[in-house]
């Protein structure tokens, strides 16, 4: 098992087992035998063809009953392997199990389950903690909860399923959950002002349905870490949920600690560039010039003074 929520109700399971009694959600380890329940030796393969590169440790595989009742839910390998589950008809979903910033909601029914993420600060991506005032947010932004970029996600659903007999065959196509958003950002002139950078990036779905692989209809930003990667470029990049069609603007913030004390937050609308991006799940986003003032960069850290003042300079990009 490897998220804590599968220990603590594999523990329950095998304690109801133990006693003879039914429990809220069986979970079984494959390929143990010592923890196998009559019913078909149904054999679950997992069509990676949706990304071929995907390499999770394991997937978790929940079948919920279509007439009602507690789920049953196996750990197997990549490749897939055989789950025990009594005959009948079942409504399934499966996720890697390898994961550690993803939080899993409504988990006990198959049409509201969820993947989303814990919360989190706009200055989560600075090198070292940051106690003071968070930057400034303004607009529609300033209602957007802050969450943490979840881990890499794949799932896969199949619906009113029927289990009937030891060769039935349950072909399962786990697809990837969220996208990589890279930021890169050439010519910054006086980089050498800046003590500590990060970013965030507005307008992503909170999460996504397990069911259907929807996105959810709440908005949220995401931030990330960002580090100078040349004499005058500073890169970054994040994992996120996505957007979905009614999102509002996707609005880049670059987060700089100068070293006299001073910050600034730097602000693009790059809806346009993540909307239209030509593979949806590796977006990049090329931000070109950028001006630092120039300040003593001999006066230290920039954690000093001014740590409750915030200039927010927009930017808007060239066409």
Known sequence: MHSRFRHRVLSRCLVAIAAGLACGACIYDYPDKDCVEPGSGLRVVFDWSADPTAAPEGMSTLFY??????????????????????????????????????????????????????AARLTDGFSTDYPY????????????????????????????????????????????????????????????????????????SAGRMLSTSDMIPVDVTVPASMR?????????????????DDAPRCLLSIYVMFRDGTR?????????????????????????????PEVDT????????GVDDWDVVEIELST
């Not at 079942?90 to 899993?104: E, W």
């Not at 937050?265 to 001006?291: S, W």
Request: with cysteine; proline share 7%; hydrophobic share 35%.
């Open 65 to 118: 009953p279509v007439g009602g009742g507690d789920y049953w839910q196996y750990e197997l390998p990549l490749e897939g392997g055989v789950a025990g589950v009594p005959d009948g008809e079942y409504n399934i979903v499966c996720f890697n199990n390898d994961t550690s910033s993803i939080l899993f909601e409504n988990q006990d029914d198959y049409d509201k389950a969820l993947v989303t993420t814990r």
């Open 133 to 204: 005032s968070q930057p400034p947010r303004r607009g529609a932004e300033a209602s957007q909860p802050v969450v943490a970029a979840p881990d890499v996600v794949w799932g896969g659903s199949r619906g009113r399923f029927r289990i009937d007999g030891n060769d039935t065959l349950l072909v399962l196509h786990p697809a990837p959950l969220v996208a990589r958003y890279t930021v890169t950002v050439t010519h910054v002139v006086n980089i050498e002002s800046a003590s500590q950078v990060s970013m965030a990036l507005s307008g992503f």
């Open 228 to 244: 100078r990667t040349g004499v005058d470029t500073l890169g970054g990049w994040m994992l996120a949920f996505g957007r979905d």
């Open 264 to 292: 600034k937050v730097y602000e693009y609308d790059v809806t346009g560039i993540v909307d239209n991006a030509p593979d949806p799940l590796d977006v990049h986003i090329p931000i070109e010039g950028l001006e630092f």
């Open 298 to 305: 001999s006066s230290g850290t920039g954690m000093e003074v």
